[in-house]
């Protein structure tokens, strides 16, 4: 690694510019603001960062966010004081929610002013608070002597498990003033912890006593491919979160991919013997509120001790690293488990029969669907969804992913994310163009964003999903609500006419019949494009989506 040498006249926000260059930081995302300015100023003469001027905060968080999963690398989101690090918010909270490795930096008044309600300009007096409830840890920068210091406490705990966004707050008259030129840059490391043996010994015991163990996994399994996959062949059969797709690989019959609370699934929870829950959340969304019952004895892996039974009771609790845990149970068993030969084969069925009943579902859309399964996967595209019905029904689970990094989704369920989203994963793409999923009413919230996806001339397609209305909301309506469909229609822009504005091809798909061709010329072109998929022509589901089984939380995925 390049060490520059520190010049008198370095300023601490050259040095974090340096940092962030030393550490590995290739892109930034971010609004330039005067209290950020040190900072952006010094990432602009030092040219060693790419700066993706996002149109607002809320789309640099996502922006940074999308491109933390795909890259796997840190994401970096530059926002100003007070207005703009609470603009982030909203989209932090969803990397929070999906354990995103991304360092907000963010601002503060000079320090004299700060904390004290003194009304200087961009103020908030109490930012570290409203910064703690959407991050796993705030710092703030004190002085120059500490800079090196409180970006690795930072930096470390972005990329430690439980991994998160991390925010920093660096005063603006610290950024002005002259580095400490005494401290040398090492990129940080993250923290593991590390299980105990006899813990491990207790799960390897029930492993070998299992006649059909199951896996499920969760984003925080990401890195443990390889031992999950060894499991796998074991004789484990697997099924994941939505955070956790293609952490094994989906095309296994022994994996029942993302389809983890259909009907059918529960069936099969119920014919088996053991669950090993690694890195999971057990989200509501997932396990019907948590009330899907579960395979016992339960057991759970999870580096966040506080995780340990919050949701289901567990029979084991194993505080570890994904990774290092599988690896050092795999030591402990046999080189084939003594397990159920027909597992594979009922799983391979259980997924066979959902995709089966959810393809009827989807009517004419089947099309879409099938096109774009047949493409992600086997082109690796990174597969970008925002909160919409045709994500809900088919995109979650159905459209393959090739690789577990390929996939991000808003799962939280806050809306509007993918448009930013989609830029975040084109810019981390190094393969195929980042496939963006969007309903316009979502589309509504993140629209300016498409400007920075022309801009920056992103590898991407976004497919607009138009049924002008919140389309799941009046589904709601229709069945909870007697039909009185308030405030769901939207008034939406004419799309052709925007794109042609913003310089960004479009193209209007009215028979879905013209849909591969159509996105198979969208792959092909250079830059950004937008498929708008007319659903008003087109007509609907076989069978309107709203929501989530009973028993499970908010809108559904
Ligand atoms: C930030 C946020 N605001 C509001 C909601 C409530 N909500 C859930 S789905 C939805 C409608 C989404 O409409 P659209 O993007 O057109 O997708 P469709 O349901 O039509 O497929 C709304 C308003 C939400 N989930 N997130």
């Known amino acids: 690694m390049k060490l520059e040498t520190i010049t008198a006249s370095e300023t601490v926000g050259d040095l974090i510019a340096r940092y962030l260059a030393e550490i590995g930081v290739t892109t930034v995302f971010g609004v330039i603001s005067i209290h950020n300015m040190p900072i952006l100023d010094a990432i602009a003469r030092q040219e060693r960062i790419r700066f993706v001027p996002a149109r607002g905060e809320a789309g640099a968080m996502n922006m940074a966010d999308a491109y933390a999963r795909v890259s796997g690398e840190l994401g970096v989101c530059l926002t100003s004081t007070g207005t703009a690090a609470g603009n982030a918010a909203g989209a932090q909270a969803e990397a929070l929610t999906a354990g995103s490795r991304v360092l907000h930096i963010t601002t503060q008044v000079d320090l004299e002013f700060a904390d004290?309600?003194?009304?200087?300009?961009?103020?908030?007096?109490?930012?570290?608070?409203?910064?703690?409830?959407?991050?796993?840890?705030?710092?703030?920068?004190?002085?120059?002597?500490?800079?090196?210091?409180?970006?690795?406490?930072?930096?470390?705990?972005?990329?430690?498990?439980?991994?998160?966004?991390?925010?920093?707050?660096?005063?603006?008259?610290?950024?002005?003033?002259?580095?400490?030129?005494?401290?040398?840059?090492?990129?940080?490391?993250?923290?593991?912890?590390?299980?105990?043996?006899?813990?491990?010994?207790?799960?390897?015991?029930?492993?070998?006593?299992?006649?059909?163990?199951?896996?499920?996994?969760?984003?925080?399994?990401?890195?443990?491919?390889?031992?999950?996959?060894?499991?796998?062949?074991?004789?484990?059969?697997?099924?994941?979160?939505?955070?956790?797709?293609?952490?094994?690989?989906?095309?296994?019959?022994?994996?029942?991919?993302?389809?983890?609370?259909?009907?059918?699934?529960?069936?099969?929870?119920?014919?088996?013997?053991?669950?090993?829950?690694?890195?999971?959340?057990?989200?509501?969304?997932?396990?019907?509120?948590?009330?899907?019952?579960?395979?016992?004895?339960?057991?759970?892996?999870?580096?966040?001790?506080?995780?340990?039974?919050?949701?289901?009771?567990?029979?084991?609790?194993?505080?570890?690293?994904?990774?290092?845990?599988?690896?050092?149970?795999?030591?402990?068993?046999?080189?084939?488990?003594?397990?159920?030969?027909?597992?594979?084969?009922?799983?391979?069925?259980?997924?066979?029969?959902?995709?089966?009943?959810?393809?009827?579902?989807?009517?004419?859309?089947?099309?879409?669907?099938?096109?774009?399964?047949?493409?992600?996967?086997?082109?690796?595209?990174?597969?970008?969804?925002?909160?919409?019905?045709?994500?809900?029904?088919?995109?979650?689970?159905?459209?393959?992913?090739?690789?577990?990094?390929?996939?991000?989704?808003?799962?939280?369920?806050?809306?509007?994310?993918g448009v930013a989203m989609g830029v975040g994963a084109a810019v981390a793409t190094r393969g195929a163009k980042a496939i963006t999923l969007l309903g316009d009413g979502g589309t509504m919230l993140g629209l300016a964003e498409m400007i920075t996806a022309v801009e920056e001339n992103a590898p991407l397609v976004y497919l607009l999903m138009n049924d002008k209305a919140y389309g799941v909301i009046q589904n709601i309506q229709d069945a909870q609500y007697d039909s009185r469909r308030h405030y769901s229609a939207l008034a939406t822009p004419d799309f052709a006419g925007f794109c042609k504005a913003i310089g960004m091809p479009h193209r209007v798909i009215s028979d879905v019949a013209e849909f591969p061709a159509a996105f198979d010329e969208a792959v092909a072109a250079d830059g950004p494009q937008l498929i708008e998929i007319d659903m008003c022509a087109i007509g609907p589901f076989n069978e309107a989506f709203a929501g989530p089984p009973a028993g499970a939380a908010g809108k559904g995925e």
Request: proline share 7%; hydrophobic share 40%; net charge neutral.
């Open 116 to 417: 004290r309600d003194r009304a200087a300009i961009h103020d908030v007096p109490r930012q570290p608070e409203m910064l703690r409830g959407v991050s796993k840890a705030v710092f703030r920068m004190w002085d120059a002597n500490g800079a090196v210091g409180a970006l690795t406490a930072a930096v470390s705990a972005a990329l430690s498990a439980p991994t998160g966004p991390v925010s920093l707050e660096i005063p603006v008259d610290v950024q002005r003033t002259p580095a400490c030129p005494t401290t040398r840059i090492h990129k940080p490391q993250p923290i593991r912890p590390i299980a105990p043996e006899s813990v491990i010994d207790e799960i390897a015991e029930l492993v070998k006593t299992a006649k059909r163990p199951l896996l499920w996994l969760g984003g925080g399994a990401c890195a443990a491919g390889k031992e999950a996959t060894e499991l796998m062949r074991r004789g484990f059969g697997v099924v994941t979160s939505t955070n956790g797709r293609a952490i094994v690989s989906e095309a296994e019959p022994a994996s029942l991919g993302a389809f983890n609370m259909t009907p059918e699934a529960v069936e099969l929870y119920k014919s088996c013997d053991l669950m090993i829950v690694v890195g999971s959340r057990l989200r509501g969304n997932e396990t019907r509120n948590n009330k899907m019952p579960l395979p016992r004895p339960l057991v759970q892996i999870d580096a966040d001790a506080a995780q340990g039974g919050r949701n289901y009771p567990v029979e084991v609790f194993a505080h570890g690293d994904a990774a290092d845990t599988l690896a050092r149970l795999l030591e402990r068993l046999p080189d084939t488990l003594d397990t159920d030969t027909n597992l594979s084969f009922d799983i391979a069925r259980t997924r066979a029969e959902a995709e089966g009943r959810m393809r009827d579902v989807l009517g004419p859309y089947r099309v879409v669907a099938d096109t774009l399964a047949d493409r992600i996967f086997s082109n690796g595209h990174p597969w970008v969804r925002d909160v919409t019905i045709s994500n809900s029904t088919f995109g979650n689970r159905y459209v393959r992913i090739a690789d577990p990094k390929l996939g991000v989704h808003a799962l939280g369920g806050g809306i509007g994310q």
